[in-house]
């Protein structure tokens, strides 16, 4: 009967043991990195959100001349006591974004830091009017080091998380930026003409006054989403304050020009405005 109770605790005992010897075990693959760069729908669980191959900047929605995206990049492996670096490069076969118009140069080396198993990497994007037109492009490769390899050259779908977008497998280590500033009459927008003649608050809409008016009063595109983000109110305070910008430059001998040459127009300026038809003093 002893015999029968040792042979249960001993079963017990190493199965226990075993458990614990898995989870002592070291990670034997190849320690490198990877582009974790992962986004979503906002109605979606973030830490679902699917591993992207891709991102999008919209200038539209973004204020002033520049901003600044930050591209996660993963290591493999386990933490280390040190810091480790790896190097960055630009693609230029993929890009077509021009430096010193659309970005600025990223630093050709990073560090992940001692203990920690990802970086951030800052990458600061410039406004141009090149991307109203066209969307620009900047390819990203992941450089090795002496601390990491190339990790994942190819990245399958991985549950629980969400499929990425246009791609179920792509180069992990290689990630693509794309500028884009096209412009568009918003949903919103108090204006039009009349046989070419201008009326209604703020006129016909142009790209040029749209612009204006985030530059002068700090808007997005998204204020001119809907009544509610430009309500009543809001849109009086457009008008008024185009309204007094473009009259002071008119009166000191600087009018504000639309690309046919006539002045711009909002309600309550003294001037009337035609499309096509210049301005001549």
């Known amino acids: 009967m002893k ?21 002592l075990m070291k990670y034997e693959g190849t320690e490198g990195i990877y582009f974790g760069v992962q986004w979503g729908p906002v109605h979606l669980d973030s830490t679902q959100w699917p591993y992207q191959s ?31 670096s790896f190097g960055l490069r630009i693609n230029q076969d993929s890009s077509t974004a021009i430096l010193g118009e659309n970005y600025e140069a990223p ?14 990497i ?9 991307i109203l037109e066209e969307i620009k492009t ?42 884009n500033g096209a412009i568009t009459k918003p949903a919103v927008w108090w204006g039009a003409s009349n046989a070419g003649k201008e009326g209604g608050l703020w006129g016909e809409f142009t790209v040029k006054k749209f612009l204006l008016m985030c530059e002068l009063m700090d808007l997005i595109y998204d204020d001119f989403g809907s009544a509610s983000t430009m309500p009543n109110a809001r849109r009086d305070v457009v008008n008024q304050v185009m309204r007094a910008h473009l009259q002071e430059q008119y009166d000191n001998k600087m009018p504000v020009l639309e690309s046919d040459g006539r002045l711009m127009w909002v309600s309550g300026v003294s001037w009337t405005s035609t499309i096509g038809v210049p301005y001549n003093p």
């Open 3 to 23: 015999v029968f109770k040792i042979i249960p605790g001993l079963l017990f005992f190493l199965l226990l043991f075993s458990a614990c010897e898995k989870e």
């Open 54 to 84: 891709f991102s999008t900047v919209n200038f539209i929605n973004i204020p002033g001349d520049e901003t600044e995206i930050k591209l996660r990049v993963m290591a493999t492996g386990r933490p280390k006591d040190y810091d480790r």
């Open 122 to 130: 800052p990458i600061k994007l410039l406004r141009s009017d090149n």
């Open 138 to 179: 900047l390819g990203l490769n992941l450089m090795p080091s002496k601390d990491f390899d190339i990790a994942i050259p190819t990245w399958y779908y991985l549950a629980p998380y969400y499929k990425s977008e246009r791609k179920e497998t792509f180069d992990a280590s290689f990630h693509m930026i794309e500028m």
């Open 107 to 120: 630093a050709a080396n990073f560090i992940i830091k001692a203990g920690e198993m990802y970086t951030d």
